[in-house]
Structure formats: C-alpha cells, structure tokens
C-alpha cells in the first residue's frame, strides 16, 4: 500500500473520532505501513514474536487495565521494550487515562499518542476502514464509468468515438452517470471503486453542444458519486479486418490496479444502437453474475444435439 503518514490520518479522522493529542511535542511525521491496526495485549505481557508494530496500535480498557497493574523494573522494563519498536502511533480508546511515564516514554521515542471517547471496536474499525481507502492504490482513466441496472460499467475508446454521447442516451434512459471523461479509480481489497474527478463533477462535454451538467439537467437521480466497476466495454470504429466476438464464448478480462474485470468489445458504425447493446451487456453480466452463462449453455445443448442426430444417423 502506498505509504500514508500519521498527520493524514490524524486530519482524516480526528473529527469522525474526535481524537485528541496527548503528545503536542511529537511531530506527526511518521509513516503507516500496513493497512492493519493492532492491540498490542499480548506484547504488554512480553510475547513479541508477532508484534506487528508497523501499523496504528489501539490501546482499549483492557490493554490499560493491564498495563496499570505493572509496577517496578518489570513496567519498566516491559514499556522500554514496546517503545523500541518503531510504532507509527498510538491510539487510546473509550477515554481511557495514560499513565504519565507512558507519555514520557512515548515523547522520548517520537511515538504520538492519540485519545478518543468511542468504544474500542468502534475506534478500531473506523480506522482499519480509512487506512484502508486513504492507502488504496489509484489511478485516472480517459474513460466514462455509468451505473447501468446497478453494474458499474466503464466505457472505454478513443476521443470522439462516442463514450459521452452513448452516456447521455443511458442517462436519458433512466441509468445514472458517475463519471465521464476522466475517471478517477481506487482498488480498496479486490473491489474497484470509480469516482468522478473533483473538477469535473458530473459534467459531460458533448460535441457540438458543449459543456452540460447532468444533475442540473436531468436530477440527482441522474448521477451518483461513486460505484463498483465490474465490467469494461470497450467502444472502437468498425474495423473490416478485425474479427469479432459473435458466439460470446471467448472471456475477455481488463487489468486495472492488478485486478481484473470482464471486459467487451464493441464495434461502432451507423446504424447500430450502441447504448442498448450497453444495456444488453449490463443485463448479461448481472445473469453471468448469479450462475447463468446462456452462451456457453446455448453452445452445449447445440453440441449435445448434434451428438444425438449422429448417434441417429449411426442406429439407423
């Protein structure tokens, strides 16, 4: 994951979380290398084969309640050791109280300390959540990415091959844009999430009209702010040469991020309606999606149906 440093995640969560600093002189400089978060219960108690100290360290009453129970050389010992560790911060859970030989610990090996009131689960899971998002890879795309009966598709070709005009039409039909022109795209686990551009919003340039908001022009219903890409059509001038897919056997995939989608193929030229053919393709991929694959099943019963003529012709 790419890097993110403690400063960003203080500023992202500090009011989802209300987090507070309790170490003011330690700079927020320090890197998140994992997008994991951990409890470091059992490292308190001196097990540290598997500290895995390179992600947020999320301290809850019962971590707390531990650690007052140490006293003398072995807290001492015990607290020298867990900062040795190069931890890229500390969150405190549930309003718990830090002891003040913790914070000077903390200080003195450049570890900052955060407090939050929420429940130790909640504080945890919000920040394995944005971890997770804020260090996601991403990447921009020349592209137009539609919601077409809920299956986020990303349409793709060359300039002037008619992404946006085929958007549009959807939209006039009843589907929703997400983003056109430039696509903004995040893999968050093995999902890929695509966004509009900030600048551009869900604004559309059509040639020979220009410009155009689609949510001032067609509603909010019109638009949505983000969706799962789950599969890529490709829009290409009708090229004589090339032989394209006819039976629909032949599985495509398109890598994005390392992570690949269904991807079609789709010739351009007078006279073919290109965005019910979208449709189309948005409709087979929610079936293929629940287990039906009518190509591949309409193919078998022909091959078994010719089998049976021969086997026919042989008896007779």
């Known amino acids: 994951m790419p890097y993110l440093s403690v400063q960003d995640l203080f500023n992202g969560m500090k009011d ?19 997008p994991e978060i951990h409890r ?18 999320i301290l809850g009453k019962t971590e707390i309640r531990f650690l ?23 969150v405190v859970a549930k309003q718990q109280s830090v002891s003040k030989d913790f914070l000077e610990q903390s200080i003195r090996s450049g570890i900052p300390v ?10 945890a899971s919000q920040v394995t959540v944005y971890v997770e998002r804020a ?97 890529a059509v490709s829009l290409e001038h009708w090229k004589k040469e090339r032989e394209y897919e006819r039976l629909g056997l032949e ?18 030229r007078p006279g073919r309606n290109i965005p019910i053919l979208v449709e189309t393709a948005a409709l087979t991929r929610r079936l293929n999606l629940m287990g039906g694959r009518p190509a591949k099943e309409f193919n078998q019963k022909l091959i078994q149906t010719m089998h049976s003529s021969v086997q026919e012709q042989e008896v007779d």
């Open 251 to 268: 599985d495509r995939t398109y890598k994005l991020l390392g992570i690949g989608i269904p991807h079609l193929i789709i010739p351009v």
């Open 114 to 123: 955060f407090r939050s009131p929420f429940r130790t689960a909640r504080v």
């Open 16 to 34: 989802q979380l209300k987090l507070v600093l309790l170490t003011p002189a330690v700079p927020l400089t320090r890197k998140i290398h994992s």
């Open 135 to 231: 260090g996601a890879p991403e990447t921009s795309l020349h592209a137009t990415l539609v919601d077409v009966y809920g299956v986020g598709i990303l349409l793709l070709g060359k300039s002037g091959v008619g992404k946006s005009e085929c958007a549009l039409e959807l939209v006039e039909r009843g589907h929703r844009l997400v983003a056109d022109d430039m696509v903004e795209i995040r893999a968050e686990g093995r999902l890929l999430m695509g966004r509009a551009n900030p600048v551009l919003g869900h604004h559309m340039e059509i040639r020979g009209l220009g410009i155009i908001d689609v949510r001032s022009i067609f509603g909010v219903g019109a638009v949505l702010n983000q969706k799962r890409i789950t599969l």
């Open 40 to 57: 470091p219960g059992l490292a308190f108690s001196g097990f540290y084969d598997y500290f895995a100290f390179d992600c947020v360290q």
């Open 68 to 90: 007052n129970q140490l006293k003398g050389r072995s807290r001492e010992t015990n607290l020298k050791r867990f900062f040795s560790y190069r931890i890229p911060c500390i």
